[in-house]
């Protein structure tokens, strides 16, 4: 048996706010629909996020009911955050309203009692609710799908009774010869600094039950141990996906020889293009030169959009998405640093569906300030000044230049302590007094500093 599993659809997602966006969501999950076919798939697995919001756009959902009335195979899938909230669960989800139509068969566990439970579903009568698992069987195999729903910080918690579960149902009913679970969580040891939720060795058990792992929610392709295989989703949704440039796809399992090969999806293409902002004293003579690299860089740019995964359904060119990433030491005021010029430049000269710049400019003001502080520590992962830092080394600078310099350091942490007294602790001008009164008497008991305490009080 062939099993095409992919996840994190995002159906109905508006990118930027653009509808073509949205487009490319559907696209991606047709073509990927047609390569099952072609790959004579028996059944679909989505384990989470078909849906990009639980308030979907009833276009979206009329859109979505066709494409699956046209689906010749099972489609199998099991809820992700984004399919429905577990905090405040309604009593019926789109993925529900899929399942009561017969289009989808919706999987999840009961996990209220110390051992999960998995109900059989009715493929008789799909309005009965999708169940914990179903069967399916082709020429004598018997392959068991167990469903698993988003369970977010918990679901290391949950595994063991997971497993249980499974266990429970194997033992009861005929024992298949292939058991898979749809899940939707990430792997630590997979990728580490993308918001995983289970340590490796919390699969280990789970490994020794379940013969592939589908798993969605990390929108990168990994896998993990010989079991656990996540695909990425079919389109990249941020600046940071779109450079996972062949870490995006699905998967085709094969029961029989025990293979899962991951294919890459098609999608619209993403670039990434670097600008360094530095001695650059007037824009003019900036555009002139960023025009300039803009130009050198349309050979890359067309190269990256002729990828056969990049093109559209005839073959044709699609307009890529732009990552302008500006870096640097800034030398102009932000008045006359006009982005969105360099971003007009980029969609014309580059034919871009759309340029979203992030801002890695460091301004030469804050960069003397910073002085010889380590960039980790001077500016944040998302290239913003650690406020923290400069607010720091402001007042450093301020009791170093000041008649206390003699205590630089604990004039300077009686700034730091002054201020979130004010901005954060919301203490009165009564309370900040007494405060810089005391400090005052432990660092000058010799009296320097004693006429401050008169204009304070004033």
């Known amino acids: 048996m062939r ?45 989470g996020d ?10 979206t959902l009329q859109q979505t009911e066709n494409i699956l009335e046209d689906v010749q195979m099972s489609v199998i899938v099991s809820p992700g955050n984004h399919d429905e909230n577990m905090s405040r669960r309604r009593s019926l989800t789109w993925l529900q309203y899929l399942n009561n139509r017969g ?28 169940g914990g698992y179903v069967d399916l069987k082709r ?36 024992e298949p010869d292939v058991t898979i679970l749809l899940a939707h969580f990430g792997v630590d040891d997979a990728v580490p600094d993308l918001g995983a939720n289970i340590s490796r060795s919390a699969l280990t058990d789970l490994e020794d039950l379940v013969d592939y792992i589908a798993l969605g929610h990390i929108h990168k392709q990994y896998e993990s141990g010989t079991v656990a295989h996540n695909p990425g989703s079919l389109e990249a949704f941020n600046i940071k996906e779109g450079r996972w440039s ?4 699905y998967y085709i399992y094969d029961t029989q020889t025990e293979t899962a090969d991951h294919h890459l999806s098609k ?47 005839t073959g044709g060119r699609r307009r890529p998405l732009i990552n302008l990433r500006l870096e640097g030491t800034l030398l102009l005021d932000h008045a006359t640093f006009d982005v969105e010029t360099l971003t007009d430049i980029i969609e014309e000269e580059l034919d871009a569906l759309y340029t979203q ?11 003397e300030l910073l002085g010889d502080l380590e960039r980790n520590e001077a500016f944040n992962p998302d290239g913003t000044v650690n406020t923290d830092a400069l607010q720091d080394r402001v007042f450093t600078t301020l009791a170093g230049e000041s008649r206390y310099s ?24 009564v309370e900040v007094a007494e405060f810089l009164r005391e400090r005052r008497r432990e660092l000058f008991p010799d009296g320097q500093g004693a006429e401050d305490d008169e204009e304070v009080a004033e």
């Not at 009774?161 to 499974?166: E, N």
């Not at 530095?278 to 740019?301: I, K, M, P, Y």
């Open 357 to 367: 710049p992030t801002n890695h400019t460091e301004r030469k003001a804050v960069q």
């Open 103 to 130: 289009l989808v068969t919706l999987l999840s566990g009961d996990l209220t009692t110390d051992r999960a439970s998995f109900a059989p579903t009715d493929t008789d009568d799909p309005r009965k609710g999708g």
């Open 139 to 174: 020429d004598g195999e018997l392959v068991r799908c167990f469903g698993l729903q988003y369970r977010g910080a918990y679901i290391e918690r949950d595994l063991p009774a997971v497993t249980d579960g499974i266990q429970a149902v194997n033992d009861t009913e005929v």
């Open 246 to 249: 062949d870490e995006h796809g």
């Open 267 to 313: 999608r619209r293409p993403y670039v990434t293009l670097n600008f360094d902002v530095s001695g650059f004293r007037t824009f003019e003579d900036l555009r002139a030169e960023f025009e300039d690299e803009v130009a050198n860089a349309r050979t890359d740019v067309e190269d990256t959009c002729r990828r056969s995964i990049y093109r559209d359904g």
């Open 406 to 429: 003699g205590e630089t350091d604990a004039v300077a942490d009686t700034l730091d302590r002054t201020e979130k007294l004010v901005n954060k602790n919301n203490q009165s001008t």
């Open 50 to 59: 078909l849906f990009d919001s639980r308030d979907i756009r009833p276009e």
């Open 3 to 47: 099993l095409a599993h992919a996840a994190d659809i995002h159906l109905g997602h508006r990118q930027y706010g653009l509808s073509q966006r949205e487009v490319d969501a559907r696209l991606s999950f047709q073509k990927f629909l047609s390569q099952a076919r072609k790959h004579d798939a028996d059944a679909i697995l989505i384990p």
